[in-house]
C-alpha cells in the first residue's frame, strides 16, 4: 500500500466508481447497435474501454441480483434463487467490506435494496434513494423501516416541495408501462440526484485514502418519468418494433394487456408506444448525469487513476415476446450492459487498449474484477471470476456457460443455461422448454426446442442443466429427469 505524502494526500493507489443501474437492458447502448436508443457517453466510455457483449444477470430481479453483485456468489449458494422481500443478508464477506479493510473510503449513492433498510453492507457513507418499494410502505412496519424515515432522497424532495411530496406524486406506478415526463425541475429528479450527492461525496472525501464510489441509479426502471426534453424526441418518433417469437403467448397479452403492470405487456399500441418513449428518454437522460460525473472525476484530475464500471442489476423484456419487466430467461430480461474503463494510471503498463469481449459474464464477476485491479484480496469465499485477463488481453476467460434461475410458485419460474451461442430454458412449474441458436436468432424469435436437427444439443444442455440442479433441497431433478412442479426454495423462505 502507498503511503501518505509530504502534503497529507494519498499516493497513487486506484480508485474505483461502480455505476449501477436499475433495469437497464443490455441491447440499449448506441455502442451495441441499437437503432433507437441515443446514449453518447456510455458510448465514450466503453470504446475506451472494455466492452462485455455478453453479460448476463443469473438471476434477473432487483433483490438477488445485488446479492450476486455485492457477494460474488451464486444465486444458489447466497440463497437469493428469486424476488423476496424482507429476508435479512446476511453474508461473511461483500465487496464495499473487502474495499474499507484494503483502506479505501466506501460510499453508496442511491439505490441499495437490502434488509433491513440502511443495512450498510460495508459502506461508510450513505445516501439511500430506493424508488418506490411497496413492502417498505406498509402501515405495520417498525417506523425506522418505513420509506419515510428511512430515504434520504425523500427527504430531500420533501423538503424541496413540501412534506406532501412524493417519489410517484405524480401518479406514475412504480412497476407499470404508464408514462409520463417528470413534473418537476429538472434538478430534483432522482437521477440528477444521484450525481448530485456523488459528485458531493468526490468533493468532500478523505483525500488520505483512495475511494470506493458506487452510484446506483433507480431508473430506467419504472415509473418512466423522464424530463420532457427526454421523452418527446422519443416518443415523436417511430421506434423499432419489440421482438415477436413464434412461440409467445399472445392470448395472455389479450387476456391481462389492460392490466397496468401485467407482466404479458399491454394490448394497447399508443401507450406500448410511450411506454418504449418513457424507457429510452429515462435511459439518454442518465446518460448525461453519467456525462456530469465523469466531468465531474475529469476535474478532479483522479480519472485516469480510476477503474470505471458500468453494469445494471437486470435488463427490461419492453414488450418483446408480449412480455413485461424482468424475471425471465430471455435476453431482454436477463442480458444487461458491462464496460470497464482503466484509467491510464491504474496498472503499471498504462491504459489497456480498448476492446470488445464475447466472453460469459456475470454480476458475481464485478467484485473479483474491481478488487484484483486495484490489488486488494479477493475472499476465497468469491466464486465469480476476476476479467482482469479480459481487459488487459492478457487472458481469455475460461467460462462454458452460465447456470441463470428466477424461482417462484409462478408460470414464470425459470432455469436456464446460456453459452456464448445459445440457450436452453426450462419452466419448472410448467415443464416448457426452449431452445434458442443466438448465433442466427439473438432476439429469441425462433424456439428450436422440439426441431430434430437441434435435438441432441438440447439434451446437452438439458443435462448440464441437470449437473447444476442434481442435489439442491428442491428436488429438481429424480431418476435421470427434470421434475415439474417442485416447491421452490424463495417460496420456502431459506435465507
Known sequence: MAGISDDGLESRRPNVVLIMCDQFRGDCLGFDGHPDVKTPYLDTLAAQGTYFENAHAACPSCIPARASLLTGTTPATNGRVGYQDGVPWRYEHMMPEEFSAAGYQTALVGKMHVHPPRLACGFQHLRLHDGYIGHYRKANLPHWMHQDVSDDYLRFLRSELGPEADVNGTGVENNSWIARPWVYEERLHPTNWVVDESIRFLETRDRTRPFFLMASFVRPHPPFDAPAAYYQPYLDRELREPAHGDWEDAEATARDGMVIDSVHGCRDATLRHEAMAGYYGCITHLDHQIGRLITALENDETYENTVVLFTADHGEMLFDHSSFRKVLPYEGST??????????????????????????????????????????????????????????????????????????????????????????????????????????????????????????????????????????????????ELVVGRTPRTVLGRD
Open 335 to 480: 442480458r444487461i450492459p458491462f464496460i470497464v474503463r482503466v484509467g491510464s494510471k491504474v496498472l503499471p503498463d498504462g491504459r489497456p487498449r480498448p476492446r470488445r469481449s464475447d466472453a460469459v459474464v456475470e454480476l458475481m464477476d464485478v467484485m473479483p474484477t474491481l478488487l484484483d485491479l486495484v490489488g486488494a484480496e479477493v475472499p476465497e469465499t468469491v466464486e465469480g471470476s476476476s476479467l482482469r485477463g479480459e481487459i488487459t488481453g492478457e487472458k481469455n476467460l475460461e467460462r462454458a456457460y452460465l447456470h441463470g434461475e428466477h424461482s417462484g410458485s409462478h408460470e414464470q419460474s425459470n432455469q436456464w443455461i446460456l453459452t456464448g451461442h445459445d440457450k436452453y430454458v426450462w419452466f419448472t412449474q410448467t415443464g416448457v422448454e426452449r431452445y434458442f441458436d443466438l448465433d442466427a436468432d439473438p432476439r429469441e424469435e425462433h424456439d428450436l426446442a422440439h426441431d430434430p436437427a437441434h435435438a441432441e444439443r438440447v439434451a446437452e444442455l438439458r443435462a448440464i442443466l441437470m449437473d447444476e440442479l442434481r442435489g439442491r433441497e428442491e428436488g429438481y431433478v429424480e431418476n435421470g
